[in-house]
């Protein structure tokens, strides 16, 4: 029987050892497979290490073509605060700009140019996950930021920037009237500010120095992240508005001692309670 040019006749000593035969084509194959696990990025990021083993092994070159990136890839950030940025971010050109507040707290006060959108809505807008883009909230801390910032990551964004501190931080860089109204924290964002990484308390009445352990009563809370300024109802305006124009974002609380002394109680047994782990109950089961 004649065979056509393209097909080749098995040699004796395959029909009489195919076993042999099976046992070349496994090395042959587990050799692919050893390359291409030690070639740097896996053959993909390494152009000469393909072109010199493709005649080796073709699935080489073959994988080379299929994991190389394309030319206009984004790049994803690396790093857990690599999207946060500090709120002079908003003064330069360049990238889209969205206010996260609800629609009647952007009417009252927003930056120049920014526009309004729900999470959901810049989530699910066309287009926008594929641009420079600089969003802000209402978030106080450093904590804000990072969320939002794994959020809009999870939902595939990889050219966006998150300010820290939010639009209050913005008011503060630029001294304006609105920065007395956005950083006053309610008795929530107090206890959430007490447990708060990086942040400093600043008494500005001595009434409340009593409520803080020593170590948080300073007065001059030098390489602090976040200042949280502790005041009084008979704190003049005029003291909390001059430590709003230092270049650290700042924040303040109006209340008493006992309420300041009931907010770290409770603070305490959240972290005791989160130290703890998950609650165990003999009479139920389901904790």
């Known amino acids: ?26 090395l042959s194959a587990a050799f692919c497979v050893g390359t291409l696990l030690s070639v740097p990025g896996h053959a993909g990021n390494s152009p000469g290490a393909p072109t010199a083993l493709a ?7 073959l994988a080379a073509m299929n994991r190389a ?14 999207c946060v940025v500090k709120a002079r971010a908003l003064d330069v050109a360049g990238a889209e700009v969205f206010d996260l507040r609800e629609r009647a707290r952007f009417l009252e006060f927003h930056v120049p140019g920014a526009r309004q959108a729900t999470l959901s809505e810049l989530i699910t807008r066309p287009g926008t996950s594929s641009h420079p883009t600089i969003v802000y909230d209402g978030g106080r801390f450093h904590s804000d930021a990072l969320q939002l ?7 595939g964004f990889r050219q966006v920037h998150v300010v820290d501190g939010g639009i209050a931080a913005w008011a503060q860089l630029h001294a304006l009237p ?13 206890a959430a500010a007490l447990s708060e990484p990086g942040s ?5 009445d001595e009434s409340l120095r009593s409520a803080l352990p020593p170590r948080d009563a300073v007065l001059r809370p030098a390489g602090a992240a976040r200042v949280i300024l502790l005041a009084t109802a008979t704190t ?52």
């Open 236 to 287: 003049p305006s005029s003291a909390i508005r001059a430590q709003l124009r230092k270049n650290v974002t700042t924040f303040y609380w109006i209340g008493s001692p006992q309420r300041l002394r009931e907010l770290r109680q409770t603070q305490l047994a959240q972290d005791r309670k989160r130290l703890a782990g998950p609650a165990v109950s003999k009479a139920c089961s389901a904790l």
């Open 1 to 26: 029987m004649t065979y056509p040019a393209s097909r080749r006749q098995a040699s004796p000593s395959t029909e009489r050892n195919p076993g042999a035969h099976l046992r070349r084509r496994i």
């Open 200 to 204: 400093r308390s600043l008494v500005l």
């Open 69 to 82: 990136p394309t030319p206009s890839a984004p790049k994803v950030p690396s790093g857990e605060d690599s």
């Open 149 to 155: 910032c794994e959020r809009l990551r999870r939902a």
């Open 178 to 190: 609105e920065s007395m109204a956005l950083s006053r924290l309610s008795d929530t964002d107090m």
């Open 55 to 61: 005649g080796k092994c073709p699935l080489l070159a």
